[in-house]
């Protein structure tokens, strides 16, 4: 069968990212978060002090919201109030110090120099580091939850920060401040009242092209950067844990961002490739990425039953070229349980779909998920956990969107959007937290030929039409060696939840194709901090069952057991 005629589903993307479970609980919106006695400052150039990086003094009272976290009363990181018992921080502050009993928070603090009146410190109870942070990684999921020993009385001096709503996004351009007692200068001094600075949130693809461009580059899942391509204004160290704050319509400060991480302060990145200072933008923890995981541990107010929505879509036909698609429909809802929703999306014909999720909780993979569906109900994908997927490609102008929910549990659902596109892709493009279908077979580690990144992290999913089978051919792999295949590695699963695994590989030879039965191959390339080399190219085929001259259960016993043989 010509591949052009055939349906060749590449998806890409984390799929099926269970996560411990518990019981999720309402986070009300406090009317009262976000609010500052003080009136913002306009935008200023001519500040005449040059603080934070380029910023300026805080005038008192500003931002309620934030404290000092100190080790043995010195201060180490900010972060923020979001309610009475709740502080966010970041986890590099308090990765390493599982003795919480050395920390403490204090709240209205403006002058760290002297004990202020009204000012507020509590000890900390628990800790509670984001599951994907890593001390290998620790520019990731750089969130932690620190709960209080002790609730904080709020007044004028002290209060809570707006989280975020559900599917609330802070575009590029907008102007937002981060404020923290953090160095004035890279290796500067440490000043005593709290500093502000004003910095413009940068696109994906700024923020990712910069990072590029460093000779360590980095990736992640959960940026949110900010600054000016010729430095100048920024965070720096000291800062970290704190919050990037933006103002939405109504004039309320809400958290879009925990400061994190940034290659030096101020330095701006317009020339990095010539330089050994290479500088970076301002790194901060995008909120909306985590909002699921903060959500199920933070208890403010619990919700009452019949505030759970139940899906009215039950099998919505969609056909704009793109749009959104949620569930429950208000963000101030938890699905109930025993739910079904259907969508099916029709973009026009030749087009292919881009879904972008900004939020997805589901609590399970087995009882509770977004499932992806050809027209003829093929699964291609299933969403789940708490994790973000980024985004989908799907090589297809029609797909079937399934919600479901089982009898126990309940969260806060999910929210995407979708466009029509047309199909013009690299055959690396699932190394860009995409998930795609493609109908050509040739894929290849980002930058192939030229060395693949650390940290990479590529994914395609291949579906075949009904009694056909898949073929995996390496042109060439050229993968850091590891003994086990643990460092750099291809995996290869002959199913999308990544439970039957029938390849590892690694190493400097093109091994023998790899062969899956089930119709299904999902196909990962991820690399370490280590070193790196030129990846791997391959080409993906279906072989009609009967030119292989094996049943399918053959077929399936020989690749489970000996695992990439082909003649
Ligand atoms: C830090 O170490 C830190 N320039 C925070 C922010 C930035 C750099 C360092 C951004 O706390």
């Not at 309610?83 to 390493?96: D, E, F, G, Y």
């Not at 959500?295 to 009215?312: D, F, L, P, Y």
Request: overall charge neutral; aromatic content about 8%; proline content about 5%.
């Amino acid at each position: 069968m010509p591949m052009s005629k055939n349906k060749l589903f590449l998806l890409l993307g984390m799929i099926c990212l269970e996560q411990g479970k518990s019981a999720t609980l309402s986070l009300s919106k406090a009317s009262t978060c976000g609010q500052s006695q003080v009136k913002a400052q306009p935008w200023n150039y001519l500040n005449g002090f040059s603080r934070i990086v380029g910023g300026s003094q805080v005038v008192k009272g500003s931002y309620p919201w934030q404290v000092s976290l100190k080790r043995r009363q010195k201060h180490i990181c900010g972060g923020t109030i979001i309610s009475p018992q709740w502080v966010i921080t970041a986890a590099h502050c308090v990765a390493n110090r599982n003795i919480a009993s050395s920390l403490n928070v204090t709240a209205g603090k403006h002058d760290l120099s002297h004990k202020e009146p009204g000012e507020q410190t509590l000890t900390i109870e628990s800790i509670i580091i984001h599951p994907q942070f890593s001390t290998k990684k620790p520019m990731d999921y750089d969130i932690a939850l620190l709960k209080m020993a002790g609730t904080f009385h709020f007044g004028p001096s002290v209060g809570p920060m707006c989280l975020p709503e559900p599917g609330e996004q802070f575009k590029a351009g907008l102007i937002c401040t981060t404020a923290g007692w953090g160095r004035l200068t890279e290796n500067g001094i440490l000043p005593q009242v709290l500093q502000e600075v004003n910095l413009p949130i940068l696109t994906q693809e700024e923020c990712v092209a910069a990072l590029l461009t460093l000779n360590k580059p980095i990736s992640g899942q959960t940026f949110l950067c900010t600054g000016f391509l010729d430095g100048g204004r920024d965070a720096c160290q000291g800062d970290s844990g704190g919050s990037l704050m933006c103002r939405n319509k109504r004039g309320t400060w809400t958290l879009a961002g925990v400061t994190s991480w940034g290659s030096g302060c101020g330095r701006g990145w317009r020339n990095n490739v010539q330089k050994d200072d290479q500088g970076s933008p301002g790194i901060f923890t995008d909120l909306s990425k985590v909002l699921p995981w903060i959500r199920k541990h933070i208890h403010i107010g619990k919700r009452r039953k019949s505030s759970r929505a139940a899906c009215r879509e039950k099998d919505r036909v969609v056909r704009e070229s793109e749009g959104e698609l949620h569930f429950p429909e208000s963000p101030y809802l938890y699905y109930d349980s025993k739910q079904l929703c259907v969508w099916t999306l029709l973009v026009p014909e030749d087009m292919h779909v881009l879904l972008s999720f900004s939020h997805l909780d589901a609590e399970s993979c087995d009882h509770n998920y977004l499932s992806m569906h050809s027209l003829e109900d093929r699964l291609l994908g299933k969403f789940c956990g708490e994790s973000l997927v980024s985004s989908v490609l799907v090589a297809s102008n029609s797909l079937r969107l399934k919600f479901i929910s089982d009898a126990t549990d309940y969260a806060v659902g999910f929210n995407l959007t979708y466009k029509a596109l047309k199909p013009n892709y690299l055959p690396d493009s699932g190394c860009s937290s995409l998930a795609v279908l493609f109908e050509e077979g040739l894929i290849q580690s980002l930058h192939y030929p030229e060395d693949y990144n650390d940290m990479a992290n590529c994914n395609w999913v291949f579906q075949a039409p009904k009694h056909y089978l898949i073929k995996l051919s390496f042109q060439n792999l050229e993968i850091e060696e590891s003994g086990d295949c643990t460092s750099d590695y291809v995996t290869v699963h002959r199913d999308v939840e990544r439970k039957k695994e029938i390849a590892r590989l690694c190493g400097f030879a093109a091994p023998a194709p790899v062969l899956s039965s089930s119709g299904v191959m999902l196909i990962s390339f991820q690399s370490d901090e280590n070193v790196t080399f030129r990846g791997f190219q391959a080409t993906v085929s279906f072989i009609p069952e009967t030119d292989l001259n094996i049943s399918r259960s053959e077929a399936e016993s020989m690749f489970l057991e000996t695992w990439n043989v082909l003649p």
